[in-house]
T-cell receptor
Framework: GESVGLHLPTLSVQEGDNSIINCAYS??????FIWYKQESGKGPQFIID?????DKRQGQRVTVLLNKTVKHLSLQIAATQPGDSAVYFC????????????FGKGTMLLVSP | EAGVAQSPRYKIIEKRQSVAFWCNPI?????LYWYQQILGQGPKLLIQ????????DSQLPKDRFSAERLKGVDSTLKIQPAKLEDSAVYLC??????????????FGPGTRLTVL
């Protein structure tokens, strides 16, 4: 069936490096995507979103890139900090008129000082 | 502003027992969601409410799971009887807007259920 998934289950980086987390989606009709960060023992926290009429969107230290041709989404974190260590999920917004999210499996980001 | 509140935070039960979870969304949020998150996986939507009406319960195992939001504010999710595979974190989320054009959802800390 159609799903949203991630290429790498775990990403280990050094503090100060840039991190890139990737996500593939299979539903070409999806038009809204969200990245969430989930720390241990907490619920997911919204990071950034992007609509399908955009290729790139920037936030504070984060950038999301959308490649609709290959149905690929990525989250770039600049100058990664230990506090960025968490599991990152991409989510696809689908549904007729309501905000129903379908999440991928997640990538764990480990940042070493 | 206060976030989404959930209780209890942890629950351990025997299989075939019943359990209930409670959620209080952010004030003013008409849309409320319950998700199930199995260890190592992303959250899976169980049910979505708009005020006190159900708009999506297609992935809710209705033979054992039930949810209600009688007054359009707080919500409860019940499992009766529980199975071993119900062990998971149950997340509640709420959003201000129900439509896809502004889909930010705010999540609570979740209830971790262990079924023995």
């Amino acid at each position: 069936g159609e799903s949203v998934g991630l290429h790498l289950p775990t990403l280990s980086v050094q503090e100060g490096d840039n991190s890139i987390i990737n996500c593939a989606y299979s539903n070409s009709a999806s038009d809204y995507f969200i990245w969430y960060k989930q720390e241990s023992g907490k619920g997911p926290q919204f990071i950034i979103d992007i609509r399908s009429n955009m290729d790139k969107r920037q936030g504070q230290r984060v950038t999301v890139l959308l490649n609709k041709t290959v149905k690929h989404l990525s989250l770039q974190i600049a100058a990664t900090q230990p506090g960025d260590s968490a599991v990152y999920f991409c989510a696809e917004n689908r549904g007729s008129g309501y905000s129903t999210l379908t999440f991928g499996k997640g990538t764990m980001l480990l940042v070493s000082p | 502003e206060a976030g989404v509140a959930q209780s209890p935070r942890y629950k351990i039960i025997e299989k075939r027992q019943s359990v209930a979870f409670w959620c209080n969304p952010i004030s003013g949020h008409a849309t409320l969601y319950w998700y199930q998150q199995i260890l190592g996986q992303g959250p899976k939507l169980l049910i979505q409410f708009q005020n006190n009406g159900v708009v999506d319960d297609s992935q809710l195992p209705k033979d054992r799971f039930s949810a209600e939001r009688l007054k359009g504010v707080d919500s409860t999710l019940k499992i009766q009887p529980a199975k071993l595979e119900d062990s998971a974190v149950y997340l509640c989320a709420s959003s201000l807007y129900p439509d896809r054009s502004n889909g930010e959802q705010f999540f609570g800390p979740g209830t971790r259920l262990t079924v023995l």
